[in-house]
């Protein structure tokens, strides 16, 4: 079945340092590619998404690239801030049924 | 706009109580989720709804877990008995047909 495996946790970063989390799926046919974050007591909100290969996701400073031939999702994002502290969760969704998949979510601390 | 609401936020019960989580969703999205998220790991889930009608519950145990959306808007997620193994976060999430989820912030259920 479908799977999404994201690098462990927790990563920790001084301020404006380079990001990565890197996030590889296994999936029939073609999937969308989400990335989640969750900050401390809140709900899980959408950060990016890519629907197609190629695709480039974008928000917040924090990017994503879908890659077919690697099967890969990485997030990135150039300068970190201390406000980007969360957990960050992978995903992909298959078919038309709308069901996700997630990675087991990757803390992020941001040290000022 | 309100965003996914989900009560209560925390619950603590004996094994072998019943428990039960309410889920209200974003007015006018008809399709509604249930995840669970155990500790350090991604959401699962549980169930989906559109409207009234449960159109995959495969990953419900329904010995002990059951769910209900009479009238197609919120929505009650039941467990009886609870076991200890059932502490975990409740999530659900809502969406326009299969387009984005919209996650609420949790019930975080422990079973003493």
């Known amino acids: 079945g479908n799977s999404v495996t994201q690098m462990e946790g927790p990563v920790t970063l001084s301020e404006e340092a380079f990001l990565t989390i890197n996030c590889t799926y296994t999936?029939?046919?073609?999937?969308?590619l989400f990335w989640y974050v969750q900050y401390p007591g809140e709900g899980l909100q959408l950060l990016l998404k890519?629907?197609?290969?190629?695709d480039k996701g974008s928000n917040k400073g924090f990017e994503a690239t879908y890659r077919k031939e690697t099967t890969s999702f990485h997030l990135e994002k150039g300068s970190v801030q201390v406000s980007d502290s969360a957990v960050y969760f992978c995903?992909?969704?298959?078919?038309?049924?709308?069901?996700?998949?997630f990675g087991q979510g990757t803390t992020l601390q941001v040290k000022p | 706009e309100a965003g996914v609401v989900q009560s209560p936020r925390y619950k603590i019960i004996e094994k072998k109580q019943p428990v039960a989580f309410w889920c209200n969703p974003i007015?006018?999205?008809?399709?509604l989720y249930w995840y669970l998220q155990n500790l350090g790991q991604g959401p699962e889930l549980l169930i989906r709804?559109?409207?009234?009608?449960?159109?995959?519950d495969s990953q419900l145990p329904k010995d002990r877990f059951s769910a209900e959306r009479l009238k197609g808007v919120d929505s009650t997620l039941k467990i009886q008995p609870a076991e200890l193994g059932d502490s975990a976060v409740y999530l659900c999430?809502?969406?326009?047909?299969?387009?984005?989820?919209?996650f609420g912030p949790g019930t975080r259920l422990t079973v003493l």
């Open positions: 999430a809502s969406s326009s047909e299969l387009a984005e989820q919209f």
């Open positions: 999936a029939t046919g073609y999937p969308s």
């Open positions: 890519a629907t197609k290969a190629d």
């Open positions: 995903s992909s969704s298959s078919g038309n049924t709308g069901k996700l998949i």
């Open positions: 007015s006018g999205h008809n399709t």
């Open positions: 709804y559109e409207n009234e009608e449960a159109v995959d």
